[in-house]
């Protein structure tokens, strides 16, 4: 059955630098998402990606995010320089339209 | 924005009973999820039920979306089912997850 994938499955960086976070959603699925879980805390939605564009994004989505899908299969996350309050799980989904999303293992990413 | 609450909070049950898990929004949504998040992280897709009725195995969920709620039944409870339960709504392609619900099974 198809998946979505995520990579680094952790990922551990000092404050300030970059990081790129990678999926590869499923391959006929036209809609693509991140989210983010600070640890024992809810799921909470960063961005929606339809057509090459940002369909939705939320208030913790601001400038120092981005996302790419700079070829016919990959999805990106940027952050441009890291916080200690980046330090969460990043989880990206796909889904074919407006119905079932489909979440990727997630990537551990731990500020410090 | 929506408001998405569930209940209970937590939930700890005896192997092989059932349990009733809820949610309710605050707004009207054009698709709702159900996801159980096991101990390993990975969140898992039970079911999209924006309206209606569905039942998977020991599983079913309804959503009443006309007064904006939802409701997990888990019957015969088995230790594989700890976890976190959440329900997740959307309206455009924005989703909301509730809090979850935390269900610890005792064998």
């Known amino acids: 059955e198809p998946e979505v994938t995520q990579t680094p499955s952790h990922q551990v960086t000092q404050m300030g630098q970059e990081v790129i976070l990678r999926c590869v959603p499923i391959?006929?699925?036209?809609?693509f998402y991140w989210y983010r879980q600070i640890l024992g805390q809810k799921v909470e939605f960063l961005v929606s990606?339809?057509?090459?564009?940002?369909?939705?994004k939320s208030e913790i989505f601001d400038d120092q995010f981005s996302v790419e899908r700079p070829d016919g299969s990959n999805f990106t996350l940027k952050i441009r320089s890291t916080k200690l309050e980046d330090s969460a799980m990043y989880f990206c989904?796909?889904?074919?339209?407006?119905?079932?999303?489909?979440f990727g293992p997630g990537t551990r990413l731990l500020v410090l | 924005g929506i408001q998405v609450e569930q209940s209970p909070p937590d939930l700890i049950l005896q192997e092989g009973a059932n349990s009733t898990l809820r949610c309710n929004f605050s707004?009207?949504?054009?698709?709702l999820q159900w996801f159980h998040q096991n101990p390993w992280g990975q969140l898992i897709n039970l079911f999209y039920?924006?309206?209606g009725t569905k039942q998977n195995g020991r599983l079913s969920a309804t959503t009443v979306a006309t007064e904006r709620y939802s409701l997990l039944y888990i019957s015969s409870s088995q230790t594989t089912d700890s976890g976190v339960y959440f329900c997740?709504?959307?309206?455009?392609?924005?989703?909301?997850f509730g809090a979850g619900t935390r269900l610890f099974v005792k064998a």
């Open positions: 391959s006929n699925h036209l809609y």
């Open positions: 989904a796909s889904s074919i339209g407006v119905e079932t999303q489909y």
């Open positions: 707004d009207s949504v054009n698709n």
């Open positions: 990606f339809y057509n090459n564009e940002i369909s939705e």
């Open positions: 039920i924006p309206s």
């Open positions: 997740a709504v959307g309206k455009g392609f924005k989703t909301i």
